[in-house]
């Protein structure tokens, strides 16, 4: 009898995408085999992880991706609480089966399509910038970037109170679809100067929060900047690069606080507030997109077989127009 045979995309090299086949495994005792239906690309980690920029591990060949949907088929001995044929998502690779731990693994809530489906890490790792943020009923916040995981935070400053929630971004159409996500204002840096127009957007005083979700490390000083006397400054996106701030000025003065709001700091076992483990924060954002309360479906801009995988990369790293959220099919 024949082994199953799958296939998984794989950076062979820096800025070399490929696909390659592979035997896929029986689950041990405590994992559920799941055939994939689709998953999505991770826009910025993914491409600097490819382009091997600053701050990435760069070293190859590696195995992208942690946004997969797909349907149970077959489960380890010991798992309980599962059954074949269920839909599910897991934090697992870009490939047409994958292989997840039990406690890894969340159902997907009935009448939620798998697309919808597929952002629940997106979204999941865009709310540490608003838990971190400590983001009450009437803070302004502003975001800077309106990429797939600046667009998601700022939905989700919204859900939590922020009022104005101000969205930042130097691509026009990025900002037209934020609008349609509910941004109370836009600013384009390349034709107004943006932190003065946060200050007069926020009576003079500038915004209570700030979340930085670019991963340019350049961006962070304006962040900086555009935050009150007493304000707090999330770094949401992974800065690729060294920034260069006068602390002096632009924090110490100011009363800055600063707040590194990467996924790995969450706790492992128990939610506490502002710390909510990882699995909460799931199975909370796919509740909120399955009643509606946290809208995604416009997002997805690309549905590609994984034979196309390659021109989705390049879409992503040449930021081709109206390209957000990418779908790779097996």
Known sequence: MSSLKGRRVVFRDRGTVDIEEFEVPKPRSDQILIKTICSLISPGTETAFLMALPNTPQKFPQYPGYSNVGVIEEIGEDVEGF???????????????????SDQVLRVPKGLSAEEAAFFN??????????????????????????????????????????????????????????????????????????????????????????????????????????????????????????????YTLVHRKGLIIIGAHTIIRPECESLPHYWTEKDDMKLVLELIARGRLRVKDYISLRLPIEKVSDAYKSLIMRKEGVLGILLYY
């Open 122 to 247: 997106l979204a999941s790792i865009s709310l540490q910038g608003v838990r971190k943020g400590f983001i009450e009923l009437g803070s302004s916040v502003v975001v800077v970037g309106q990429g797939l995981v600046g667009q998601l935070a700022l939905q989700l400053a919204r859900l939590n109170g922020g009022f104005p929630v101000i969205a930042v971004d130097l691509i026009d159409w990025r900002l037209e679809v934020s609008v349609k996500h509910g941004a109370d204002y836009v600013i384009n840096p390349s034709k107004v100067n943006a932190i003065e127009e946060v200050k007069r957007l926020t009576n003079g005083r500038g915004a209570d929060v700030v979340i930085e979700a670019t991963g340019n490390p350049n961006a962070i000083p304006m962040a900086l900047e555009m935050a009150r006397r007493l304000g707090r400054v999330v770094i949401l996106g992974s800065p690729r690069g060294v920034s260069t701030v006068n602390f």
């Open 83 to 101: 059954r074949p044929g269920e839909l599910v998502v897991s934090p697992t690779p870009h490939s047409s089966h994958v292989l997840a731990r």
